[in-house]
């Protein structure tokens, strides 16, 4: 379709009284059978869906803003605005809304929202007064028009007939030229009035009002008036600030002086709004909603202005990449374009996409690389915000360019090391820049975003990369504050801990806690990468020496890594904490808080309830057999009993397996055809056949079965009065040095002599308890 004169943009109002775009279509008006009445219909120009639909209801209050604006509201808290290309296209529309309802089209709002009260008073009033009769425009009489303006405030009715009153005859011209003579003269009485009018005329909300309010003749006059807030003993210096101090820096010299001049009017009427009045009450808040929209819709008008100005943005860029470019010069092109982005988060999603577009061909990401390096602080949190709006919008954007730089320049100015870089070296006490960057980083390297259908690689080669360039350069602070838990436990004297490993400097251990949350984000949503970095670096151990800090904060971040690794279950990771006994910060930490209740208190109780009910055999193993009786006297928490208990259970179940075991294996040389054997309760059961389940582990059992068959006889462990089997443990050196539990093998192999029925013989006289020593954790061959 190539009429322009409809094509409109549809907006809808948020919970944050922010306009939302919803896209750009052309209007129509025509009668919806499904509706029952004439209706606006809005269809997308890309594809043609129907991106509105509404019913021109004869009681909704229409409003004409800036000769190409309709907003109305369809329900509460649900307000919609037309943007129209052309001026003509939107009067057309506000015909057809006026003929509809039956009102006049010069006007510019149809109705207001009224109550039942107001409506039955609005029937009694005579059909001839249509507008309220302002006093003569004089010094004498700026009382009682500032009492008239107060008044009205509280009735929508009063508050439309008053704003038609004052476009008419120039009558706030008159009254912002009054404001000057009484500054002439230091009326501050007349000044004072001129405060309560001007800022009773912006509650009115009326755009045709703030057209002649906001124009280059007036709006100082206004900002002036603003300044005599009767409650202040001095006035403020406003006009002062816009005309000295605020200075509007062209960059690249503006040539379009409608542009510039829309610039200019925005910031003052932005000033206006979040400096000089006063936060609005409940009951004032609507009342602004048409100046928010006044601003936005400006801000839309420069954006697409600029854009459609083919040599600015090229000029721009020239000037901000150019070696010979003044560091000033430069400070002042980054804060033109963090400016830019923002004003461009107003624009329609397509737009602001070809925008982005835009700037990456130009080259703003190898531009960033530069000013994020430079010493000036302002320049390098400008150039975050610029950074910040490009992973936002694009993270594969930003990724395939780091990754085509290792072919052009070295590791150290890479730019997604500058950034880290950057963090690292963030000088705010808070880090409020390099929480920022941390969570740029973090949605960088999520593979959620990385699903991208065109590149399917794109996970595989990132990640591949970025643990190759930069995952050393993240983890710098970390590995240089850490030491070996050896030396760490040397620096302890007595209770009293000495901390050279994690310095007591606040900002670092926030650091430190910041570079922990993207660890443990990597391990949750990284797998080989990261494992295979962990072992490499023996991180772990370096992270749990964090479990000393002071910082009770920071030993809950190294905590909690060590609590995403664990909840991997994946016994790679649990054989590197066992041959590291990496539970040994953990359980210190733990018996060093005592009996305080506290969050590290029940974060390290947590981690091993996490282990007792997802029953990780290897870990309850090692933590059974290594530090069980420093946690026995725990009993506030049935945890480590229950550990215990679990330990025994598959202790249990390995001696009868090998009970059974044993047994079948005797079977099937007396009876090769028998197929079912009895159990304990007479039950039929299918018979197992361990040479198939076990082809490996079966032939070493056969082997040493016939050497040790008869010395094993008399060591079966008996079962205790509680039906369980006791049993001491001592750890080889194979388990102390983590070697593979496949190879493992018990001190002494238990065996014994078994009843036909797969029983335990019994002796006369039951021996005492025997003991048997089984290397653990170890997995018994068979």
């Known amino acids: 379709m190539s009429d322009t004169r409809r094509r409109v943009k549809v907006y809808t109002l948020n919970e944050d009284r922010q306009w939302d775009d919803r896209g750009t279509g052309h209007v129509s008006s025509t009668f919806v059978e499904r509706l029952k009445g004439i209706s606006l219909l809005v269809r997308a120009e890309s594809d043609g869906s129907l991106l509105l639909e509404s019913k021109i209801s004869p009681n909704t209050a229409y409003q004409k803003q800036q000769d190409t604006l309709i907003v109305w509201s369809e329900a509460e808290n649900y307000d919609l605005a037309l943007s129209f290309q052309e001026k003509a296209g939107c009067d057309e529309i506000w015909e057809k809304i006026c003929q509809v309802q039956g009102k006049d089209p010069a006007l510019e709002i149809t109705q207001d929202p009224i109550d039942e009260s107001e409506e039955e008073r609005f029937e009694e009033m005579p059909e001839t007064s249509h507008l309220v009769e302002l006093p003569p ?60 009018i001007v800022r009773g005329v912006l509650f009115l909300n009326k755009a045709a009002l703030f057209e002649v309010m906001f124009s280059d003749d007036c709006i100082m006059d206004v900002v002036g008036c603003l300044e005599f807030d009767p409650s202040l003993v001095q006035p403020k210096k406003h006009r002062e600030f816009l005309t000295k101090t605020a200075k509007f820096k062209e960059v690249i010299p503006i040539t379009d002086s409608e542009l510039r001049q829309k610039i200019h009017q925005t910031y003052r009427v932005q000033y206006i709004q979040d400096i000089i009045l006063p936060t609005p009450s409940v009951f004032e808040e609507n009342f602004l909603s048409t100046l928010t929209s006044f601003i936005f819709f400006n801000k839309v008008e420069i954006v697409s202005m600029l854009q459609e100005d083919e040599k600015f943005l090229t000029e721009v860029f020239a000037q901000l990449t150019d070696e010979a470019t003044e560091d000033c010069k430069r400070r002042e092109l980054v804060n033109f374009f963090k400016e830019f982005c923002a004003f461009s988060q107003t624009l329609q999603p397509q737009n602001r996409d070809a925008f982005f577009k835009t700037l990456a061909n130009l080259g703003i990401l190898p531009a960033l690389e530069i000013v994020m390096g430079m010493d000036d602080l302002q320049v390098r949190a400008a150039a975050t915000d610029i950074f910040s709006y490009l992973v936002e919008f694009s993270p594969s954007m930003v990724r395939e360019f780091v990754m085509q730089e290792p072919q052009q320049t070295d590791d150290d100015v890479l730019l997604i090391n500058v950034v880290i870089k950057q963090m690292i070296c963030d000088s705010d006490p808070e880090l409020g820049g390099a929480v920022q960057l941390m969570g740029l980083l973090r949605t960088l390297i999520d593979p959620e975003n990385m699903l991208a259908p065109t590149n399917k690689t794109e996970k595989t080669e990132f990640l591949s990369f970025f643990y190759k360039y930069c995952m050393q350069v993240l983890t710098v602070p970390l590995l240089a504050s850490t030491v070996d838990e050896k030396n760490c436990k040397d620096l302890q004297e007595g209770s009293t801990k000495i901390n050279p490993v994690c310095p007591d400097h606040f900002q670092t251990a926030q650091l430190l806690a910041l570079i922990l949350e993207l660890l443990t984000f990597c391990v949750e949503h990284h797998t080989y990468h990261i494992k295979t970095y962990i072992m490499n670096k023996d991180l772990l151990r370096r992270v749990l020496v964090l479990m000393n800090s002071k910082h009770t904060f920071l030993a809950l971040c190294a905590l909690r890594f060590m609590r995403r690794i664990i909840g991997q279950k994946d016994e790679y990771y649990n054989r590197y904490i066992v041959k590291g006994n990496l539970f040994e910060p953990v359980i210190n930490t733990l018996l060093d808080n005592g009996t305080r209740y506290n969050l590290l208190n029940s974060a390290i109780i947590e981690l091993f309830e996490f282990i007792k009910v997802e029953d990780i055999k290897s870990l309850i193993a090692h933590i059974i057999d290594n530090y069980y009786k420093a946690l026995e006297s725990i009993e506030y928490v049935q945890t480590f009993k229950g550990l215990k208990g679990r330990y025994e259970q598959e202790k249990d179940r390995q001696t ?20 079912m054997w009895f159990n304990e309760d007479g039950e039929a059961i299918e018979k197992s056949r361990p040479e198939e389940e076990f082809p490996e582990s079966f032939g070493k059992y056969m082997e040493a079965k016939k050497v040790k068959e008869s010395d094993n006889k008399e060591n079966f462990p008996k079962r205790t009065p509680t039906g369980s089997f006791k049993f001491t443990f001592s750890h080889s050196a194979g388990a102390a040095n983590g070697t593979n539990g496949a190879n493992c093998k018990p001190a002494t192999s238990p065996t014994s002599a078994a009843s036909p029925n797969g029983s335990p013989a019994k002796s006369a006289t039951p021996p005492a308890t025997p003991v048997v020593k089984v290397s653990f954790p170890c997995q018994l061959p068979f």
């Not at 009489?141 to 008239?148: M, N």
């Not at 009735?155 to 404001?179: D, T, V």
């Not at 000057?180 to 230091?186: G, K, S, T, W, Y």
């Not at 009868?656 to 028998?674: G, H, K, P, S, W």
């Open 137 to 196: 425009c004089e010094l004498a009489r700026l009382e009682e028009i500032a009492d008239l303006v107060t008044s009205v405030l509280s009735s929508p009715i009063r508050r439309e007939k008053l704003a038609l009153a004052l476009m008419s005859e120039g009558y706030m011209k008159k009254l912002l030229q009054l404001f000057q003579v009484c500054e002439d003269l230091d009326n501050r009485e007349g000044l004072h009035h001129l405060y309560e």
């Open 656 to 675: 009868l397996r090998l009970n059974r075991y044993r047994r079948d294996a005797r079977t099937l040389d007396e009876d090769e055809d028998e197929e």
